[in-house]
Structures are given as structure tokens and as C-alpha cells.
């Protein structure tokens, strides 16, 4: 079993923001394998389903993001699942937009939603997927760029980083790790 988890805040007014890149990836691989995201459980809207021959869990913590390890060690815990079937998914605000970044473990960086998650688990031995958000403007408040929307003129890229994003979570799923940095990194 795979636990796919894409970073975000709930509610309206976070919808589409930079920081909720990671919901915006769940819902298109919600979409492409028909895997319904609308039950919720363990702090959590969740979906199951599959994608290929592997039974696959789509999580959207619902705790905000600071406290996003709530929600995945609740399912660490109750699924039994190995660390390496957890795929997490968030924003990076070093990569630009539409550029996606695959690493197989690491550590939080200035992430706080990939903090409460390393600390939850104890470790940061996990796959995860960066989706470039791009960085503020000199000046710009970090917080209020990453609540922030995208621009019309970045629209295009954004959604290429979401297709890379969800076909490189199919191929962790299908092939492998390995073969999803080789074919999406870069």
C-alpha cells in the first residue's frame, strides 16, 4: 500500500495558493485514477483506491499545515505502512514554478509542514515531490508569498509542474523511485 500526501491548509480562502500545491497534485490524481478524495479520517479527507496494481491512500491534512504529522502519523500508525510507500508532496519556494524536485529522504529544510512531519515520524526517510512555487520578490513577506495566488503568466508552467508532479507519483507507484527521479528531476 502507497500513502500519497499532498501539503495544504483547508478552507476557501487557502484554495490555490502557492503553499497548497500539494492538494492541487491530490485532486488531479483524484481525477486521472478516479480515486474519490471526500472521506475524513485520521485528521484527514482521504480517498482510496488504486493506481496500477498497488492499493494507493490520496491524504489531504486537514490540522493546517504546521501540524500536517498529526495526520501522517495517525495513518503511520494504524496502517502499518513502510516509510518508503509514503509519498509526500509540497511546495518549494527555491524551484520555480513548474519545475518539480523527486528526492528519495532528506530533511525538512524551512518547510514547516515537512517539519511536523519528520518529527512526527522520526524520520525523513520517505520519498517526497517539491513543486517549484518560485521565490518572493525582494522585500516580500515569505508567509504572505506562500498564501499568496499564482500569477496569470505563471498559470502555464503551474500546470506543467502539476502533471509532472502527478505522473511522477504514478511511476514511484508503478516502476520506482529511481526511475521517477531519472525521468522527472531536472
Sequence with gaps: MYVVVGLGNPGKQYEKTRHNVGFDVIDIISKEFDIPVNK???KALVG?????????LLVKPQT???????????????????LENIIVIYDDIDLDVGKIRIRKKGSAGTHNGMRSIIKCLGSGDFPRIRVGVS???????????????????????????????????????IENVDTAMNKYNG
Design 40 to 42: 475524513i479520517k485520521h
Design 48 to 56: 482510496e483506491g488504486r493506481i496500477g496494481n498497488n492499493k494507493v
Design 64 to 82: 493546517y499545515m504546521n501540524l500536517s504529522g498529526e495526520t501522517l502519523i495517525d495513518i503511520y500508525n494504524y496502517y502499518k505502512v513502510d
Design 135 to 173: 521565490k518572493p520578490e525582494k522585500g516580500q513577506d515569505l508567509a504572505n508569498f506562500v498564501l499568496s495566488r499564482f500569477k496569470k503568466e505563471e498559470e502555464i508552467d503551474l500546470q506543467t509542474g502539476f502533471e509532472k508532479a502527478y505522473k511522477s507519483v504514478e511511476s514511484i507507484i
